[in-house]
C-alpha cells in the first residue's frame, strides 16, 4: 500500500497525472525507458486483504467528453477554420495543453445560433473535425494533434512479421461487411431548425446509412462528405489482431509494416496494449484503404 503522501495524492478530486513509462533492460545492464502515456486520475480502489490498488486513469479526450455547454445562453463561436473551432472547444473545456497542427483544415460553416445549452463539446470537436476531413485525437503523453486523413506512409518504421527474425506470435485476421452501405446520408442539424442533408449512392442502392451531425454545413459540403463515406462503406472492411513482443515506442496512428502469410502491407495501428510484466503487446491494425471514419 502506498503511504500517507502518495494515499494523499491518489485523490481523483485533485485531477492527479499518472506518468507511465515501460522499456527494456538488456542483458548488458543497459536500460531503455519510453513514456507510454501521461493520464488524468478517475477513481482508486483499495483493496484488502491484498493491500493493493486498482486505479483507473484516462486521457484529456475523457475530460473534454465530460463537458457541456451549461449555459442558457447560447455560445457564439469566433472561427472560420477547423483549427480555429477546436481551439475554442478545447479553450472552453479549459483544457491547458497545446494543440499541435500541420494545417489550419478548410473553412467551416458555423451554426447560425451558437452552441446550443447542454451540447457535449466532444461531440461538437469531432463533429467539426469529421467536416473538414480532419482527424482530431489526444495522444496520451499531454497534447492533441490535428491532422488530415492519415495515408499509409511509403516506408513504416516498424514491422511486424512473423519467423525467426519476427516478433509476432500469433496474429487473426478479419474481414466484415457488418456496417456495409450503397447509399449514404449525412445530416447535419443545428439551431432550432436548421437542417441539411447530404446523399450519395449507386445507381439501385439497397442498403442505406445515415451518419448524424451536430454542426452547420453548406449542400456542397454535405453532399461531398457522403460522396466520401460512400466509397468507405461500400468497401470489405479488415483489421488484423496482433500479440506480438513489447514495442514501447508503438502509438495509435502511426503505420507499421505487417507481414505475415499471405498478408505484407502497411497498417494503421489502432489500438496497443501492453501486457506486464510479460512484455507482450495485443495491437490491432486498420486496413486504412477500406476505413470508415463517421
Known sequence: MPDKTTAGFLDPRLDPLIEIIGGYEMEAG???????????????????????????????????????WYLQTPAPV?????KDALDWCLDTAGNKEPLEYTETGPTVTL??????????????????????QMWFYHDGLGTWHMTPRPVPESTPKTILQTGRQGT????????????????????????SQQKIVGKAS???????????????????????????????????????EITAKSAYWLRPGVYVTLRVPGVNTACRVSRVQYLFPSGRMQVRLIDPAREVTS
Request: net charge negative; aromatic share 8%; charged share 25%.
Open 78 to 82: 469566433p472561427t472560420g477554420t477547423v
Open 111 to 132: 451554426p447560425d445560433q451558437g452552441v446550443q445549452q447542454g451540447q457535449n463539446i466532444w461531440d461538437l470537436a469531432r463533429d467539426f473535425a469529421a467536416g473538414g
Open 202 to 240: 449507386v445507381s439501385s442502392p439497397k442498403r442505406w446509412t445515415v451518419v448524424p451531425r451536430r454542426t452547420a454545413a453548406t449542400q456542397d459540403q454535405a453532399d461531398k462528405e457522403a460522396e466520401t463515406l460512400l466509397g468507405r462503406f461500400q468497401d470489405l472492411r479488415r483489421s488484423f
Open 30 to 68: 543497459d536500460k531503455q525507458a519510453y513514456p507510454l502515456a501521461r493520464l488524468h486520475l478517475r477513481s482508486v480502489v483499495w483493496n484488502a486483504p491484498a493491500m493493493n490498488l486498482d486505479i483507473t486513469a484516462a486521457s484529456s479526450e475523457t475530460d473534454l467528453q465530460d463537458f457541456v
Open 168 to 191: 509476432v506470435i500469433s496474429y487473426q485476421i478479419g474481414q466484415s461487411r457488418e456496417d456495409y452501405a450503397d447509399g449514404v446520408i449525412v445530416t447535419h442539424e443545428w439551431g
